[in-house]
Every structure is written in structure tokens, then in C-alpha cells.
């Protein structure tokens, strides 16, 4: 069996996985906030942890892994949306609103996050489907002591576990001095986190033995993992930026919670996204969002492509240089399968890859070496395993159908050759070229290379 080493945020080391059960390997992932589409950023750590998810599924086998990743549908943000809706008149109640609101980004989500080759998670449990396991798991916490209630709120006694700040290397009083903590009068202490909190009567709410509120983001993913993977599990995943306060919270609930168990045993971290060397952000005027890449026509292929370039652990940066030298890869290998049939396993090369704290860079350098080698049928069934096309050849790749374009090519210049005249081959040229296409003339014939650029709109009525 292949071994995999993970890079353990929680022990800052490399280690050798080893799950507690292989006939059961188990995985959760934070998700999205559904409160609006997601945007490229948001898309790394779904395709890093697809990476793993993929991986593990080689090594143990499909039906031996489960995968959960939720959606957090309670929050402010789309509350915030479903109340505008209301308020311009909108028919339905504010429940009903926030349902829409949620239903619609999940059916954005999952549409993009398919576009990019990533497969669907065994779980994808919604908060809001879970609020009774989290009522139970904060009632456990007050009952042992590590959390109490306050005018409607229910805290997180920090000092009460001895181990906060373990996963990110941090003092109790370190996190005080730098952190921004939100001072109430309520709280034992500062450090003290929310666990529930009291809903207004025009914000959705469910009843508690605090009142009527709604959960702390934090409980969330505690109380879904637990019913969906049990106290102890494997691989928790997440954006690095997701490691200070959120994942050392899970933590202190998880572990205050169930002593016995420990709850993850490897954390694994993505770093972040930025684009052409800076922070994605509104207000430098470079973010953007899965869909707008879609709709501008970089196929969800070459998104991933260029993801798989930079190792998780690494910042990565989006560039268009990088856009346009993985389309033009992926067009070249594409037509290299495209006459090959889907059989056999991946390369062990680039399953070895992965397997060393998910090296895809190497897996991508592997595939190179496929390509130039002429193994073709392993070449095309690796890429299957990196999820970077399915059963056929992507429609995008596909359409790159040059051959009348060839003829035409062909057949102009013996015309020329006679008649001396090779005005009709310089414009099918220039157009071809124009087009984004090289030419290739040669005696024996001719060859046209889609490239990066190749739009083949520009290309109709040619023929
Ligand atoms: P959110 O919906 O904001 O809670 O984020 C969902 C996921 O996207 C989390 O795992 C974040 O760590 C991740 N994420 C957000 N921004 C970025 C970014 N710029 N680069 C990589 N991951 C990100
Ligand atoms: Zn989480």
C-alpha cells in the first residue's frame, strides 16, 4: 500500500498517515458561507482537499473514505439579503427568504465547484439541519463546567482547556495582547468565545434552554462532525486563515465535549490565493469569482490546472501568464488522448506524488513526462485521477477540430503552386494565425496547433 505523509499542522511536521480505520477514513472540511457565489480564493481549498479526497479513495478505495464539508447557512450576511429581498416586497417569510438565499448559492457552488473537476463530499450537512446536536453539545459544555451562560449567551470558558492554542502556537496571553477580541461585559474574559447567542424577533432563531437564539459559528462545525464522523477522526482541512480562532475553537469544544476522543488527528492547511501578486480583494478592484472566470470562458479545467501548480502549502497567485500556459498544456495533451481509450490506473508516479504531502506540481511535471514519452493511455488515465477531465475530452478542448482547416490549407497552396498566386494562402494564414492557431507547412502537408489564444469563433466562415 502506497504511503501518505501529511504535512500535521497540529505538530508542525511531516508524519506518515496512518487512520484509525481503513476501511473508513474519515474527513471533514470547513465550507462556504452561503451567502453569495464563491470566489477564486474560496475554490483552492475545495480543490486542495478533492486532491486528498481522490488520493485517499486510490489508496483505500472508493467506498472507504468519508468526506464532509458543510455549509454554514446561519448568518448575518444572509439574513441581511433575505430582509432587502422583504423589504422590496418579496412574497414569502423571512425563513422562507433566507431558504431561497441559501438554496440559490448552493446551487451556484455546487455548479462551479463541479466546473472545476472537484467531486462531491459523502456529507454536505447544512447548520440549520443541526441545531438540536448543538444545543446537546453546549449543554454538555455548561454541565462540565467549560462554558456558562450570560444574558442570553452562552460562552466558551477558555481558560477551562488547557490546550487552546496548541494548533497555532499560541499563549492564552499572547492571543489577549494582539488579538481583536471582542470585549463584553458579560465575559469572564475576554478570550471567552461565543457558543449561542439571542436572536431578535426579525432574525431566524430556534428555541434553547438560554432562550431563543441562534449557534456560534464555531459550534457548528463541532456538533456536525461529531454526529458525522464520531469524536476521533482523521483529517480536519481548512484555509490557513481559518487556523486562529475558528479550528482552535472546534477544538477546545470538541475535546471539553468529549474528553475521550481528541477529534482530529491531522489539521491540514491550504495557504491562500492572491492575484498577480496581491491580495484578492474589492477595493484593489481584482476579485472575481469562479463564475466570472467560467463566463469569460477559461474553462474550469485550466482553473484547476493552475491550482495543482502550486503546492497547498504555498501562497499561490492566479496570473494570466499562468491561465494561458495551462491552456495551452492541457490543449496539447487533450489531443494527445483524445484517440485513446480510458483503461488501467493512474501513474504510480504521480500517485507517489501526491502521496508525498500532495505534491501536484510533481504530479503535473510527471504528467509532462507521459506526454513526451507517448504513453498515452496512462497519460489519459492520470489525468481522470486528477480530475482534470472525465470520460471524454472537455467540449472546449474537443471543438479544436482543425482538420478542414488543414485540407483547406492543403489544397489552397497546390492551387498557388500552379497558379503562382499565393495571395489565398497568405489570408487563410493570417486568419489561422489570428485565430490563435500555429501553422505548420511542410511538403508532406500541413499542421494546425491550437494554442493557448485559440478562439475558434474567429474562425467561422472560413470554410
Ligand atoms: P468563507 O466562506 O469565507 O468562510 O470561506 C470558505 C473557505 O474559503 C475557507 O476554507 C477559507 O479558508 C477559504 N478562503 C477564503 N479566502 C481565501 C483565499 N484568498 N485563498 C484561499 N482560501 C480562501
Ligand atoms: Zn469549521
Redesign the pocket.
Given at each position: 500500500m502506497v504511503e501518505i505523509r501529511l504535512t500535521n499542522s497540529k505538530t508542525r511536521k511531516k508524519e506518515v498517515f496512518a487512520p484509525l480505520d481503513r476501511e473508513n477514513v474519515r474527513m471533514y472540511?470547513?465550507?462556504?458561507?452561503v451567502y453569495d457565489r464563491?470566489?477564486?480564493?474560496?475554490a483552492?481549498?475545495v480543490v486542495v482537499f478533492d486532491v486528498l479526497y481522490r488520493l485517499l479513495r486510490q489508496v483505500y478505495g472508493e467506498g472507504a473514505v468519508t468526506y464532509v464539508r458543510n455549509f454554514?447557512d446561519v448568518d448575518d450576511k444572509i439574513n441581511a439579503t433575505a430582509q432587502a429581498r422583504k423589504a422590496a416586497g418579496a412574497a414569502g417569510t423571512l425563513e422562507e427568504l433566507i431558504r431561497e438565499r441559501t438554496e440559490e448559492t448552493i446551487g451556484w457552488y455546487h455548479a462551479d465547484m463541479e466546473a472545476l473537476g472537484t467531486l462531491r463530499p459523502t456529507h454536505e450537512p447544512r447548520a440549520t439541519e443541526f441545531i438540536p446536536q448543538m444545543v446537546a453539545m453546549i449543554e454538555g459544555l455548561v454541565a462540565s463546567g467549560h462554558a456558562y451562560a450570560a444574558e442570553g449567551h452562552v460562552l466558551f470558558r477558555v481558560r477551562s482547556y488547557e490546550g487552546y492554542g496548541a494548533l497555532s502556537g499560541r499563549s492564552v496571553d499572547d492571543m489577549i495582547a494582539g488579538a481583536r477580541v471582542e470585549v463584553a461585559p458579560f465575559k469572564e474574559d475576554p478570550m471567552d468565545f461565543v457558543l449561542w447567542k439571542p436572536s431578535s424577533d426579525d432574525l431566524p432563531g430556534w428555541d434553547s434552554p438560554w432562550g431563543r437564539g441562534r449557534p456560534g459559528w464555531h459550534i457548528e462545525c463541532s456538533a456536525m462532525a461529531d454526529e458525522l464522523l464520531g469524536a476521533e477522526f482523521d483529517i480536519h482541512g481548512?484555509?490557513?486563515?481559518?487556523q486562529f480562532p475558528h479550528h482552535e475553537n472546534e477544538i477546545a469544544q470538541s475535546c471539553c465535549a468529549h474528553p475521550e476522543g481528541g477529534f482530529a488527528r491531522y489539521w491540514l492547511h491550504?495557504?491562500?490565493?492572491?492575484v498577480e501578486g496581491k491580495?484578492?480583494s474589492k477595493s484593489l478592484g481584482n476579485f472575481f469569482t469562479v463564475r466570472d472566470l467560467l463566463d469569460q470562458g477559461v474553462p474550469g479545467e485550466v482553473i484547476r490546472f493552475v491550482f495543482l501548480g502550486t503546492h497547498y502549502r504555498k501562497p499561490?497567485d492566479w496570473t494570466e501568464k499562468k491561465r494561458a500556459e495551462a491552456e495551452a498544456t492541457l490543449r496539447k495533451w487533450y489531443r494527445q488522448v483524445a484517440e485513446v481509450s480510458n483503461s488501467g490506473e493512474p501513474y504510480n508516479a504521480v500517485v507517489s506524488a501526491l502521496a508525498d504531502d500532495l505534491n501536484t506540481a510533481q504530479a503535473i511535471a510527471e504528467c509532462h513526462q507521459l506526454s513526451i514519452a507517448g504513453d498515452l493511455v496512462t497519460l489519459y488515465r492520470t489525468l481522470q485521477f486528477l480530475g482534470l477531465m472525465g470520460d471524454t475530452i472537455p467540449e472546449w478542448a474537443a471543438g479544436a477540430d482543425l482538420a478542414a482547416y488543414e485540407t483547406l490549407l492543403f489544397e489552397a497552396r497546390e492551387a498557388a503552386m500552379a497558379s503562382k498566386d499565393f495571395s489565398r494562402v497568405d489570408t487563410l494564414k493570417a486568419a489561422l494565425i489570428d485565430a490563435g492557431v500555429e501553422v505548420r507547412m511542410s511538403k508532406a502537408g500541413v499542421e494546425l496547433i491550437p494554442g493557448a489564444e485559440f478562439d475558434p469563433a474567429k474562425l467561422e466562415g472560413l470554410l
Open positions: 472540511v470547513c465550507g462556504p458561507t464563491a470566489h477564486l480564493g474560496n483552492r481549498p454554514t481548512g484555509g490557513i486563515d481559518l491550504n495557504e491562500m490565493l492572491q491580495k484578492m499561490m
